[in-house]
């Protein structure tokens, strides 16, 4: 069996995490701003060779929202120099005690936070990527096994070398960040598969890398997926708030995954709230079900999969409910355990909503578009997990460590 | 395609499962301590079953520690119910709020403590596991989906069928508790791969049905793997102390997971140290590296395999170590991540110990024995975690839970 290229870059991943794991932070913040400040230095090189990659994907016919996702522009790169910083100003996580006690034998055990190790990230075109999830992990103590597409593959080299430099310039070893050079698709499973090098693997992409991943995984997880949110207007609602926040959740940035996808209202006040819901929408497509189509003029009718599809898109599904049972049973039934948000003014119904609804994040009167790393204050988000184990929603620097348990005695057995 | 069997009674597992969720402690510590006297008036009844196990069990050739651990004496029934009556008694996280912030724009954000839906456990020959496991994952407010052995069926459906008597009873779906019907091995595949319906899949058993699982398993798993252990004894260790150690860490219970399997010692000592340590350990057959050989007469050269196994019997590997720094390299390539010990005096020694070895516990002048559930204070255990996410270490209730964040507002959004 040939052994794949990405197994002895993972072994360097290693060798290194062992180092960046206890380095202090003031030598892990030196490396992100010196990345910064390099980066800056490159930015002419970088868009050189991000036009190379773009030049290639428009001869392999890639779509104009590739291309765009691809695209590194002067402001994009500037996002980029700003994240590294943004990272170094965050509060590092390692160390940091989470509980204790002492035990009645007099044992002391600690429970310390700890870097995981090697965080893999597989991820699609977005050159940003690179730079971003590298930044997060070297923060939180960890070497970074990065693996992008094909077709970013020019820029994401030049940035993984600019860290690269960084962290050697810093001292710590530059392996830290290491960019995987076979980006076949067998080489995509590959490193989904590098039991005892990568600690952890955290795919970024859509559901057919995310559904790669399930399949084919063996190392752990976690999963940053689909955000079918729902905003459920009950009949106690204020429908002027109601309003505000659907016009906010489904347009603010439709392409995103904390934008809502469904919109569920009340019958008792579907009459009221639909044909404003319309009017305050008019760059928006809406698919509804048989009696939103009897409130509402021109609307198409709603498939089971308009109900399953996360559209990312100015496109809104509508569906009348009887009461919040239905809603919730809607919810159920369609939800990706992202988030779920509801509209009302009566206690009980917020609280059995909020009890009974199974998702990382579920919101009472506010957007879908609020739950994300940067308004939760986590300064920097990897992704938002829809797992349940490890961490769920936003994720910041917390997810990317693990703890160990510390114990202390002075001679305690068991016997 | 036909579908397995299991699918269907997972589906039962996970409506039962939304009902268990919102259960108060009450109703489950109810079920609990009904379940413990349905068992007591059982006794009989599921000795009688578990006598059918071993009879098939016999007849099928299995080995006498294969009987001795299906084998349901009075004593460990008793354990079983006893099981049950501890844990009603443990505190119910469900529900807890584990940190809350109020963010600039009003939003109040709280993460609380919930239930993570069905849980599976995929285990061995012992039945008790069928009662210890569906207690804790009740007690979270989990549907239990249980796969025992082939051999221990008809003492399992007892045990099972008692427990879905007292959910009954206090007005719980029954199908909190589902034991699997197909105990086939391809009935083992299936029950790894049982996406959107097990929340959580924990295996209990050798590495076989762990490599298994690592390999088959499709929903997020949480792995109760080995315990390689190892005993460092430094230059500057406290010998009396170190012995008391070694003697309960590698013969208090020899198969089980937080057992010694190496002990490590600095040249400086182990002159003085091993002809005690082989004096102390008269029943344990002990395979060293050459340096050891040389000062223990009668020790079998210890091979690389030897440092790798977990040996779960009354034999040690030991090794002479120059330094910290080789010891630390020993356990690093060799340690299964569960726990490692060092018996030092000298605090930079241990600093560096602790901070260095990778595992879920790192226990300084105690033994590795005492690293468990019960020691811990946590009660009852489900395994002990050997992986990084999630939960590492000893798991008690609250790593059969997960967090929820719930977001509340006044109509906040986000542009």
Redesign the interface.
């Known amino acids: 069996m040939t052994r794949s290229p990405i197994v002895a870059q993972a072994e360097k991943a290693k060798l290194a995490s ?1 180092v960046v ?2 380095a202090s932070t003031n030598v892990k913040d030196d490396a992100l701003g010196l990345a910064a400040e390099l980066l800056e230095e490159r930015v002419g090189e970088l868009v050189a060779a991000n036009q190379v990659d773009l030049a290639r994907a428009e001869e392999g016919g890639a779509s104009d929202t590739a291309l765009d996702r691809l695209r590194l522009t002067d402001g994009r790169v500037r996002s980029m120099i700003e994240g590294l910083l943004t990272v170094s100003g965050l509060t590092d996580p390692v160390g940091s005690v989470v509980d204790g ?1 002492v ?1 009645p034998n007099g ?1 002391r ?1 600690e429970r310390v936070r ?1 870097p ?2 090697v965080v893999g990230v597989i991820y699609e075109n977005r050159p940003n990527v690179t730079s971003d999830a590298a930044a997060l992990c070297l923060k939180a103590g960890n070497s970074a096994l990065l693996r992008g597409s094909a077709a970013a593959f020019d820029s994401n080299k030049v940035i993984a070398r600019t860290l690269r430099s960084a962290l050697s310039k810093v001292g710590l070893p530059e392996d830290c960040v290491v960019l995987a050079e076979d980006t076949t698709h067998e080489g995509a499973v590959d490193f989904m598969r590098l ?1 005892g090098l990568v ?2 693997l955290i795919p970024r992409g859509g559901p057919a890398l995310i559904a790669s991943v ?2 084919n995984a ?1 190392v ?1 997880t ?1 999963i940053d997926g689909d955000g079918n949110c729902h905003l459920y207007v009950d009949r106690s609602a ?1 429908l002027d ?1 109601a309003l ?2 659907l ?3 489904k347009t ?2 439709p392409g995103v995954c904390n934008a809502t996808e469904t919109l569920l209202v009340h019958r008792h006040v579907a009459e009221r709230f639909l044909p404003k819901a319309r009017q305050a929408l008019p760059t928006v497509e809406l698919v509804g079900d048989a009696a939103t189509r009897s409130l509402v003029p021109g609307v198409a009718l709603a498939s089971e999969s308009d109900f399953r599809t996360e559209f990312l898109d100015l496109k809104l599904a509508v569906a009348v409910v009887d009461d919040l049972a239905g809603a919730i049973e809607h919810i ?1 039934r369609y939800s990706s355990g992202h988030t779920e948000a509801i509209v009302t003014t009566d206690l009980p119904t ?1 609280e059995t909503f ?3 609804v ?10 879908t ?4 790393g940067g ?3 986590f300064g920097a988000e990897i992704g938002i997990s829809t ?4 961490v ?2 936003p994720m910041g620097l917390e997810a990317l460590t ?14």
């Not at 199974?358 to 957007?367: F, L």
Request: proline share 1%; charged share 35%.
């Open positions: 062992r794991a206890n006690v035990r044992l055990i700890v995981l190790g039991d600690d952890c399930r399949e063996t752990p976690i204020d708030m505000e926040i016009v906010d959740a603010s940035r159920r917020a909020t009890r009974e199974d998702a990382a994040a579920v919101v009472v009167n506010a957007s578009r609020l739950v994300d308004e939760f204050g797992q349940k184990l490890h769920r929603g693990c703890v160990k348990y510390v114990v202390r005695g002075d001679g305690q057995v068991r016997s």
